[in-house]
């Protein structure tokens, strides 16, 4: 400690010790109080049934993001038009920007530097010395220096963190958008079967008709006529299990949208479109691997991570420099006046934070693992899910031109019935079989559809047309405070 003596008035002293109380004071004035925020159960589920979209603000997000003004209100619900009502109102949105407010909130945070101190101290001898004056009065402040660019590291690591988070809402909108589609193609197809059941009932029902007389008549045995009921006894079984299915399947197309089941019964779907692009089966496997690993949101934020660790690396290597703490003082002891400076800083040169740089070595390997785990697993779903988009529409191409057969034999036993050559049963049956292919070409483009889907997903990246406007990193953000950090 540097000590230099000086006639100095210890009113300096006493008027730094003021200081310190007024600005201890002062400072309380400005302190942040405590409020409690109890959570509303009732609000939040009054907030739920009052989704609406058909809300000005909602009509206003459309118009915001390219949707045609012309369009608006939207009389025919597709999946470009159920993926924005779900961007708008799924809570899990809401979550994931909430995340990121946070991770945005700890920039600042890391930003801080070490504040400095103030210190004062009084004291009265009882003069066995016979000193000139019985008080000491001393004032001093520690001022604390950061070495190794550690602010700058805090910084970077905060950085990286809150940009995997920022990423993370993309991700989180990506999984939404493929739920509302399967969920969509789901419900479609229960559409569709239930047309097709209802007419497959009928036809059995004819058919049954025809046993019936004929064993009336002594013509047939009751075999084929018992055959026939059973055949319909399980065609009714199945419409009925269907149209259960149907309350369930738009239920469950409601919660990935964020709506109540009753707000989606005022708002009409579009009819089913099947649309296959070419991209899905043109575009070699290697190619989609590429464009997945170049796009795919996880693996940036796996990035993200990476570098996240990577600082934090950086930032216990830089902890093996202790930081300095200057603490230059004034005080009055026992008549005589004397200014000081001293100069502190931790012992932590004989292990030189071993420990933590292990440890944050391991955690960056880790990282480093995972992301190539991730990597491994994003190419082998590319390359299943192009497959299955391979095999569906081969079965679907079989199923289209099988059912093309069967419509073309229908026509010509039509034509058989209208000059006499067959009966209505053989021509019941014939359509009967028609039905039969057309539930079979239903449900491959069904399947066609689910595996789109899920390649879609495994690239990120919308292949059907009617979403290719459709920017879910950009629209699943939320307007929110950007926080800006100063490095110097």
Request: with cysteine; net charge neutral; charged share 20%.
């Amino acid at each position: 400690m540097l000590q230099i003596v000086q006639s100095v008035p210890f009113k300096i002293v006493k008027l730094g010790l003021a200081a310190i109380s007024i600005v201890w004071i002062s400072s309380g004035c400005s302190f942040q109080q405590y409020k409690e925020k109890p959570i509303n159960t009732e609000a939040n589920s009054s907030k739920f049934h009052n989704k609406d979209p058909a809300s000005p603000e909602f009509q206003q997000y459309l118009l915001s993001n390219g949707y045609p003004a012309s369009q608006l209100p939207v009389k025919s619900w597709g999946l470009e038009e159920l993926t924005y009502c779900a961007l708008y109102f799924h809570p899990s949105l809401d979550v994931a920007r909430a995340q990121w407010r946070a991770a945005l909130a700890n920039e600042p945070i890391a930003a801080e530097r070490p504040l400095p101190a103030i210190n004062g101290n009084t004291a009265r001898s009882n003069q066995a010395n016979q000193d000139i004056n019985p008080y000491l009065y001393g004032l001093s402040f520690d001022i604390p220096l950061e070495t190794a660019n550690k602010r700058s590291i805090r910084i970077e690591n905060a950085q990286h963190l809150s940009e995997a988070y920022k990423l993370d809402i993309a991700q989180t909108a990506w999984l939404i958008r493929q739920s509302v589609a399967q969920a969509l193609y789901e419900y479609q197809f229960n559409q569709q079967q239930i047309a097709v059941l209802i007419e497959e009932e009928k036809r059995r029902q004819e058919i049954a008709a025809i046993y019936q007389k004929r064993v009336d008549f002594g013509l047939l045995s009751n075999v084929e006529l018992s055959t026939a009921k059973l055949l319909l006894q399980a065609t009714s079984l199945e419409l009925h299990n269907s149209q259960q299915k149907n309350a369930v399947l738009r239920t469950k197309l409601a919660s990935t949208l964020g709506l109540s089941a009753g707000r989606l019964e005022t708002m009409p779907l579009s009819k089913p479109l099947f649309v296959v692009d070419k991209y899905s089966l043109d575009t070699d496997i290697a190619s989609l691997q590429k464009n997945a690993l170049l796009n795919r949101l996880d693996i940036r934020i796996a990035l993200a991570k990476y570098a996240a660790a990577e600082s934090k690396l950086k930032l216990e290597i830089a902890k093996q420099y202790p930081d300095i703490v200057l603490t230059p003082g004034y005080a009055y002891e026992f008549g005589d006046k004397v200014w000081s400076l001293g100069i502190g800083g931790l012992l932590n040169l004989l292990h030189k934070n071993k420990n933590a740089i292990a440890m944050a070595m391991q955690l960056r390997k880790v990282e480093a693992t995972q992301f190539e785990a991730l990597q491994n697993k994003v190419m082998s779903d590319v390359e299943i899910a192009k497959t299955e988009v391979q095999q569906t529409h081969l079965l679907l191409t079989n199923q289209l031109a099988l059912q093309l057969q069967q419509h073309q034999n229908t026509e010509r036993m039509q034509k058989r019935l209208t000059i006499g050559e067959i009966d209505r049963l053989e021509f019941a049956v014939a359509k009967l079989e028609d039905i039969t292919a057309r539930k079979n070409t239903l449900l491959a483009e069904y399947q066609v559809l689910s595996a789109i889907n899920q390649l879609e997903n495994n690239l990120q990246q919308p292949l059907n047309l009617t979403v290719q406007s459709l920017k879910l990193e950009s629209l699943s953000q939320e307007n929110a405070p950007q926080v800006q950090v100063k490095q110097n």
